[in-house]
């Protein structure tokens, strides 16, 4: 087994991220792990926390070694303001940036072998000056990708998304023929490839309710979805169930036969998926240049610092990277 070089980015300074990572240094990992982050930040809130902390600094031509327990690689970057835990400060935005962009271009480079997000505050980056909707889009945009899929896995679930952050109102013009074969496509190819299920069972929801119920209650269903998910199963033989109406699509004889639930959008299959699996779930982005996972969960500004942050879903998203990476 050769040993892999994973990047965390421990995301907004004044939420959980920080926490999490110190967290997850406690134990000893088969990776080397290479948190983008603050040095004194990290200190500061591992102080707070009573959680004891080495950093090293990061080498990157030395052979990546597995992180012993107590200690993160580092590569240094420096908060704008001194962070206090659970108190935003868009000063510190550029910052948070500054780690994902250094994350994307070193996994571009091939330096990393994937990375691991810990969660960011989408309104204080917007509201420092910075547009930004997610890290799904920032690193597509930073890696030139028209197209990638947010896709949600827990143990009972796996569901991607057609649309990812976007206000509702723009969903049913964001879902073209184009982008449904698109999102479909890449799925497709990395459930065989790096999921190795040989022919995924797609279950697909309609956007309408009722699945437009034949036009009275909406036509994308009928001018867009149906026509798309016919050429898809005519053209590359998926195996594509639907669409069905989602408020009954979620249930166990579905479920126990899918091997990924697509939803139109955010909300529609997010909420399912968290309420079976909060805490357990991974986020991961297919169809960029490299692996990338993250955390379930938000920033928790008001369990910063408090140690009562709950460590699984990182746990998950670096395990699954460690995962991908070693079959990459
Ligand atoms: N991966 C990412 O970067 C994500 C970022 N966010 C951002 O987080 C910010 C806050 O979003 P919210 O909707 O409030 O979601 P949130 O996930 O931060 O909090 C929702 C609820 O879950 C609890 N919670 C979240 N993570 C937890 C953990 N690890 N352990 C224990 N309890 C936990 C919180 O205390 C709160 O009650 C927003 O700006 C949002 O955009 C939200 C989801 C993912
Ligand atoms: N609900 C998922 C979420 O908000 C995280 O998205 P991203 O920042 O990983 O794109």
Redesign the pocket.
């Known amino acids: 087994m050769t040993i892999k070089r994973i990047a965390i980015t421990p995301g907004e300074p004044a939420g959980i991220g920080p926490d999490l990572v110190i967290q997850l240094a406690q134990q000893a990992w088969p990776a080397e792990l290479v948190v983008c982050a603050d040095p004194n930040l990290l200190a500061n809130r591992a102080k707070k926390l009573g959680l004891p902390l080495k950093l090293k600094p990061y080498q990157p031509t030395l052979e990546p070694k597995p992180q012993e327990a107590g200690s993160l690689t580092i590569v240094p970057f420096s908060l704008a303001v001194e962070c206090e835990s659970g108190k935003l400060d868009e000063q510190n935005s550029g910052y948070v940036v500054e780690t994902l962009t250094y994350a994307g271009e070193h996994n571009m480079n091939g330096e990393f072998d994937a990375v691991v997000?810990g969660?960011?505050h989408?309104g204080i980056i917007n509201q420092a000056g910075i547009p930004f909707s997610?890290?799904?889009?920032?690193f597509a945009n930073q890696a030139k990708c028209r197209d990638v899929v947010?896709m949600?896995s827990s143990p009972e679930l796996q569901v991607a998304l057609v649309t990812?952050?976007i206000p509702l109102a723009y969903v049913s013009k964001a879902i073209t023929p184009e982008r449904l074969r698109n999102i479909l496509s890449i799925l497709n190819k990395d459930l065989i490839n790096k999921f190795g299920i040989a022919r995924p069972r797609f279950y697909v929801c309609g956007l309408n309710p009722h699945a437009g119920e034949d036009g009275h209650l909406g036509r994308e269903e009928i001018d867009i979805i149906i026509p798309t998910l016919d050429a898809m199963r005519t053209e590359f033989d998926m195996d594509i169930v639907g669409p069905l109406p989602a408020d009954t699509l979620f249930q166990p004889k579905y479920l126990e036969d899918a091997d990924i639930v697509l939803a139109m959008y955010?909300d529609q299959g997010?909420p399912v998926l968290k309420s079976l699996g909060f805490g357990k779930s991974v986020?991961i982005?297919l169809g960029l240049p490299y692996i990338r996972t993250?955390v379930?969960h938000?920033t928790a500004l008001e369990l910063a610092g408090s140690g009562q942050a709950d460590i699984g879903s990182f746990v998950c998203a670096l395990n699954k990277a460690i995962e991908l990476a070693q079959k990459n």
Do not use: Q
Not at 134 to 138: I, L, Q, S, Y
């Open positions: 997000t969660p960011v989408k997610g890290h799904t889009e920032f947010m949600l990812t952050h955010h997010l986020n982005t993250s379930d938000g």
